[in-house]
């Protein structure tokens, strides 16, 4: 029910002139959706309250619930089309009344960390984008069909919405900025295996993906342990709740991105999503304390980026590269044995930048990088970079480093994407960083100790070229040229 329900809204907002691209079409998708759902979450926990027998207050006012104003309801349960709004009247009570009524939340909700407080941040930054009042009461007709009201139908809605994030970021300049193959978001949750009680952190969260996938992993009792160390036979009601409140955490710098994000966790469970709206980067890492640290960080930091200097003041390594930056943040953030799986451009490894060299020698001296998972291109559709996974433990120095290098036997793209089964032998051979074809270790003491460069060719593969491909030079050239203008324009104001 749900894809053809999501088909048929996609093929409404494609007729509607304020929508001209898949992200108006998440977009405007998204807030319904949400409405719907909070509709249908308000009953369950009236439901709860009265097989307790006590009083339940809504969170929303009985003119602007869903049964009100979109789907007023016959006693047949079919919608009363005399008293549903549509056309001009629809549009008029969305803009006018709705919506302003949705945002005044954020300021009335007891904190910030409550579903009252997020449903005023969601509509204060999205618009209704939704030009025709007859395509939007089309579009709340079929939302209407939905029901979240199931684990099993919460769990194929969460799926479907995840997917429609993915072609918002497969449709053009977008790519990394929202989805990370979902397939390998679950290998890093895999290989870190957190455990219900750490707190886990993105700062670069994006639509939440790593929150998401990590919160499903926790929420299958097989995946926790209990303090004897064995598995969990289920989890228990003060589980469910550090699950809920006090186990993720993200920021998000992008608007649109941030509100995808709270939405995707809310639609996936987690009620009232500790993110929050700041660029993560204009913040002093020598402010953060030992209050502020977590247990676990996964994170995708964006590609590519350029940091102004009053930025890159906040950071002992001195870098316009945002990924670098991202980089020095998650170390310090991290409380001394948490760990660590980070993606980022496989010219990290190499690059001979001061930059570059630095923070190798940071991560060899002060962490552990236990493993890099080295990825093929194509990974990231439209990104058109090599990337690797950086997995590490805060607090003791690296004594050797495991290596895994996927080869597969095809290229990926966006109709050939990366599944679980590419990495199904890397999550083995983790595990205990066994030596096969694809992996090997190197001895920290066989690192350069001068440049610190992680570039190690393959041993089990002798067919590779020891050549470096084109793009992997260019963009190092680029990384020098920048880093050269840097120390030109502090030349310059010395002068």
């Not at 993915?166 to 890093?188: C, D, S």
């Not at 006090?246 to 995707?264: D, H, Q, R, V």
């Not at 080295?374 to 058109?384: E, I, Q, S």
Request: proline share 3%; net charge negative; hydrophobic share 35%.
């Amino acid at each position: 029910m749900f894809e053809q329900t999501f088909r048929n809204i996609d093929d409404i907002l494609h007729k509607d002139a304020g929508c001209g691209s898949e992200l108006d079409y998440v977009e405007q998708t998204s807030w319904v959706l949400f409405l719907k759902y909070l509709d249908d979450f308000e009953k369950d926990r009236q439901d709860a309250a009265e097989l307790k027998g006590e009083d339940y207050s809504p969170i929303i006012q009985k003119k602007y619930r869903w049964e009100a104003w979109a789907a007023p309801k016959k006693k047949n349960g079919e919608i009363d089309h005399h008293k549903a709004l549509t056309g001009d009247d629809l549009g008029d009570f969305v803009n006018d009344k709705l919506w302003k009524y949705l945002s005044k939340f954020k300021h009335t909700a007891d904190s910030p960390n409550t579903i009252e407080y997020k449903i005023g941040e969601i509509f204060g930054e999205l618009k209704n984008r939704v030009q025709s009042g007859y395509n939007l009461r089309e579009v709340i007709n079929r939302v209407d069909e939905l029901r979240f009201q199931t684990s099993a139908e919460k769990h194929e809605m969460s799926h479907l919405y995840e997917d429609k994030i993915k072609n918002m970021g497969n449709a053009g300049r977008n790519g990394g900025e929202y989805y990370t193959p979902r397939p390998l978001i679950r290998t890093i949750v895999r290989v870190l295996a957190p455990q219900i009680g750490q707190t886990i952190y993105d700062g670069a969260a994006g639509s939440c993906g790593f929150l998401v996938e990590a919160f499903d992993y926790l929420s299958d009792p097989a995946n926790s342990k209990d303090k004897d160390g064995k598995k969990k036979k289920s989890l228990s009601v003060a589980d469910r709740r550090k699950l809920q409140q006090k186990t993720f955490y993200a920021k998000e710098k992008k608007s649109l991105a941030y509100i995808i994000g709270t939405m995707n966790m809310i639609l996936h469970g987690i009620e009232a999503p500790n993110i929050v709206h700041t660029n993560t980067l204009s913040e002093n890492i020598a402010d953060i304390q030992e209050r502020d640290r977590y247990d676990i960080v996964m994170a995708n930091p964006p590609f590519g980026g350029k940091e102004r200097a009053e930025v890159q003041q906040n950071f002992p390594i001195k870098t316009g590269e945002t990924a670098f930056l991202f980089l020095q943040h998650f170390i310090k953030i991290l409380k001394a044995g948490g760990q660590a799986g980070i993606v980022i451009k496989n010219t990290f490894l190499s690059n001979s930048d001061n930059a570059s060299v630095s923070l190798r020698k940071e991560l060899l001296e002060n962490c552990n990088l236990h493993t890099v998972l080295d990825l093929p291109g194509g990974t990231f559709t439209g990104a058109g970079v090599k990337t690797v996974v950086l997995f590490f433990e805060k607090g003791k120095p690296t004594k050797d480093v495991w290596f895994y290098q996927l080869n597969l036997d095809r290229n990926l793209g966006k109709t050939n994407p990366l599944n679980e089964d590419d990495l199904a032998e890397f999550v083995k051979l983790q595990k205990k960083r066994s030596a096969s074809e694809n992996s090997w270790k190197v001895k920290v003491t066989d690192i350069d100790a001068e440049t610190f460069d992680l570039s190690v060719k393959n041993p089990n593969r002798q067919d590779e070229t020891v050549l470096r491909e084109p793009e992997v030079i260019l963009e190092e050239m680029e990384s020098l040229d920048a880093e050269a203008a840097e120390v030109l324009e502090t030349i310059r104001g010395l002068v």
